[in-house]
């Protein structure tokens, strides 16, 4: 999927969208819904937020993982699945999903909501003494999408809205991995992170021949409340469209938009793993972005032993996102959570965005239970009570780069000591040796005797013996040292022929005490 150029069916007609430019007025005239739950989220902005009651019946409350996975909706019961190609299913409230949300769906323009009914489910085990329970009034805890989309004649579960303003997806032969969240405020903040929510959903019916499914979506939270409308369009390469309209009702010091979610662990370049026989464990493994300027910036993530957060000036960028580059088996070694099959996620403005930041935060992780990576942009012009703001962009998963990256591409780090093995007593003992392997895109035209150049800064301290050197498999690498230090080295390199770039960019920090 290429944003340089893309249809979507909207209000009766197929608009056009080349250039990531959208030809269509900012919200539809004729979509009376959403106009309402933006009118609605408005309200909601104007009076002090009040948390939603606690209905959730108590022995739902108090559900155990193992009894809570014993919970499941019936395949059977899948709501439209003889109507459309796409079917909808639920998820029971309870464990840890507290606060129920409401459904409705839209159908011949009539709303209507989508009542908790125990019958969809199954009790199994533990759970089955749920059955002779009184669960009126549960609610529903999110929902799943379902689409043929890796064989015609089984519905494959595409996407996936539960827990907070959370929502992943899938592409074809793609595994869930990252995740997907409608806002991130102050993440990383001293004062504590705050967590939106969506707290209801509208569902539109999907046609027989529909080929995309739209839903909008209320989202609240002590600091903003917001109206989104999610058009999801299932394929190799699953996209959503996302447009919101969100209200402060406090000043907010950092709003994170269109955030990723993920979890390294450990990879190629850890510089410590645990004892496990997996080589690399991670949903994705680096972050890639795409800035105003048309630079290409790769960075390797990382496990740090403490909380490390890095920001990436820029005005309006062309894209970012957490990709998992590394999609060979072999690198992994996983038969059951299958790593290399966690799809990269791009986002792409769909309006301009200005200036800011693309922020990066790593949190120290003991295993691969906890999501530890959070990438997301930050506008300078920041969001402050009585305020409101348009969100519009692109979402969608990868296997491969974004087709307009043309450059040659990182594809291993590594490093270690510089030391002269059986020698102590040497200037290189204390020293990091670096080596970056570029390949592809504009390095598969070039030949070993081609002149091309390292083009490397440091942005503290300096960088030792850098060189450029061609690899036998038509690839490239960059190599170069550290000094001995106490202090962090942010490091950027390109790979350059005739003073242009053949390669993106590599950045990355070397904390010599981590």
């Not at 989508?114 to 805890?141: I, M, R, T, V, W």
């Not at 550290?482 to 390199?493: F, H, T």
Request: charged residues 20%; negative net charge.
């Amino acid at each position: 999927m290429s944003c340089n150029h893309f249809n979507r069916w909207r209000a009766g007609k197929w608009m056009v969208f080349i250039g990531c430019t959208l030809a269509l007025p900012a919200f539809a005239e004729d979509d009376k819904h959403f106009s309402a739950v933006i009118e609605r989220a408005q309200q909601l902005a104007e009076e002090a937020y009040q948390a939603p009651e606690e209905t959730l019946p108590e022995v739902l409350r108090e559900l155990d993982y193992d009894t809570y996975r014993q919970i499941r909706f019936d395949p059977a019961h899948a709501y439209w699945k003889d109507e459309s190609p796409f079917s909808l299913q639920l998820f029971h409230s309870g464990f840890l999903f507290q606060t129920p949300i409401a459904l409705n769906v839209i159908d011949n323009d009539t709303v209507t909501p989508l009542p908790f009914s125990a019958a969809d489910y199954s009790y199994d085990g533990n759970a089955a003494a749920l059955k002779e329970q009184d669960l009126a009034g549960s609610g529903h805890a999110g929902f799943r999408l379902h689409y043929p989309l890796n064989s015609s004649d089984y519905a494959d579960e595409f996407g996936v809205f539960l827990g907070a303003s959370y929502f992943r997806i899938v592409g074809r032969d793609q595994a869930y991995g990252l995740s997907t969240r409608g806002l991130a405020i102050d993440t990383a903040s001293s004062d504590g992170e705050e967590f939106p929510a969506f707290r209801e959903f509208w569902l539109y019916k999907p046609e027989a021949d529909a080929e995309q499914i739209e839903l909008l979506a209320l989202m609240d939270s002590p600091s903003v409340s917001g109206a989104y409308r999610f058009v999801i369009q299932p394929g190799e390469n699953t996209q959503v469209e996302v447009e919101a309209e969100l209200f402060a009702r406090q000043d907010i010091t950092k709003l994170g938009v269109a955030p990723l979610t993920s979890m390294f662990t450990y990879g190629e370049a850890s510089r410590e793993r645990p004892d496990d026989f997996r080589p690399q464990v991670h949903d994705s493994d680096g972050l890639l972005i795409h800035t105003g300027s048309g630079e290409w910036i790769w960075r390797p993530l990382s496990n740090p032993s403490h909380l490390h957060t890095s920001a990436f000036i820029d005005g309006s960028p062309q894209g970012f996102g957490l990709m998992q580059r590394e999609r060979d088996f072999n690198r992994y070694l996983d038969t059951e959570a299958q790593y290399h099959r966690r799809p990269s996620q791009w986002v792409v403005p769909l309006d301009e965005w200005g200036p800011g930041h693309v922020e990066l935060v790593e949190i120290p992780t003991p295993d691969e239970t906890h999501d530890n990576i959070v990438a997301y942009w930050v506008a300078d012009d920041t969001l402050d009570a009585g305020e409101s703001r348009r969100l519009h962009y692109l979402t969608h998963t990868l296997n491969t780069q974004p087709d307009a990256h043309n450059l040659g591409r990182a594809i291993r780090t590594r490093h270690g000591s510089a030391a002269v093995p059986g020698q102590t007593d040497t200037a290189s003992q204390g020293q990091r040796q670096f080596i970056v392997d570029f390949q592809g895109g504009a390095l598969e035209e070039l030949t070993a005797d081609q002149p091309v150049e390292l083009d490397i800064s440091a942005l503290h301290g300096e960088v030792l013996l850098p060189q450029v050197t061609s690899l036998p498999n038509n690839g490239w690498r960059a190599s170069f040292r550290l000094p001995a230090s106490d202090q962090p080295s942010d490091v950027r390199l390109r790979l350059t022929l005739n003073g242009e770039p053949v390669s993106e960019t590599w950045n990355y920090v070397w904390y010599p005490d981590a």
